[in-house]
């Protein structure tokens, strides 16, 4: 079946600018999760979503960045007012449940603010 | 706090000559550890977990908690082994992971 898929694949947007990058899990998967990877780094968590549960927001930089899950299923993520330290690959995950299992990762959403 | 260090940021090896990609970690309590690769054009993708103790496409690695390493290994390199390799931590019972920097690891024919 389709992997996760995220939108857009690039995104350019100016300074002061928010922008949505969106995530679509492989269907049934109940966990959902976003990194980041800036330049020279390893992928940082941000978010992790399970099920009907209070979202751990515990890896969110600031709180010009937010998420949320719609239904269970597609998530959102929305930077407000960008800076250009926010320029990175934004990669999503989800696996079928959440502790312990195989999270599979979209191919990421390019951001760049100049 | 979880800690995943890969002091390698390139590894270039020869075509069948043996590979060790390092991965050292700190974690208090009881860790999972994880290798994920990247191949060109691709998703990160999961290439093996400790606590499966499997071979992926030749690729072991163990975990030595006197030590606190994870090291992937491959006693033949082969030239489709060129990719991104990425370690990761998280608890048992995990939801988030700690990931390394990354190696980056060219075979040569």
């Known amino acids: 079946g389709a992997g996760v898929s995220q939108s857009p694949s690039n995104k350019v947007t100016e300074k002061g600018k928010d922008v949505e990058l969106r995530c679509d899990p492989i269907?049934?998967?109940?966990?959902l999760y976003w990194y980041r990877q800036s330049l020279g780094q390893g992928l940082e968590f941000l978010i992790y979503?399970?099920?009907?549960?209070?979202?751990?927001k515990s890896g969110l930089p600031s709180d010009r960045f937010s998420a949320e899950r719609t239904g269970g299923s597609v998530s959102t993520l929305t930077i407000q007012r960008t800076q250009q330290e926010d320029s990175a690959v934004y990669l999503c995950?989800?696996?079928?449940?959440?502790?312990?299992?195989?999270?599979?990762f979209g191919p990421g959403t390019r951001l760049t603010v100049l | 706090a979880q800690r995943v260090t890969q002091p390698e940021k390139l590894l270039s090896v020869f075509k069948g000559a043996p590979v060790e990609l390092k991965c050292n970690y700190s974690?208090?309590?009881?860790?999972?550890l994880f290798w994920y690769v990247q191949y060109s054009r691709q998703r990160l993708q999961l290439l093996l977990r400790?606590?499966s103790r499997e071979s992926i496409k030749g690729f072991t690695a163990d975990l030595n908690k006197g030590e606190t390493s994870f090291h992937l290994k491959k006693p033949f390199a082969q030239e489709e082994d060129s990719a991104m390799y990425y370690c990761a931590i998280g608890r048992l019972g995990f939801q988030k992971l700690v990931f390394g920097t990354g190696t980056r690891l060219l075979v040569s024919p």
């Open positions: 979503f399970q099920g009907n549960s209070a979202p751990d």
């Open positions: 995950a989800s696996s079928l449940g959440g502790a312990g299992d195989t999270q599979y």
């Open positions: 400790h606590i």
């Open positions: 974690y208090s309590g009881s860790p999972e």
């Open positions: 269907s049934g998967h109940t966990a």
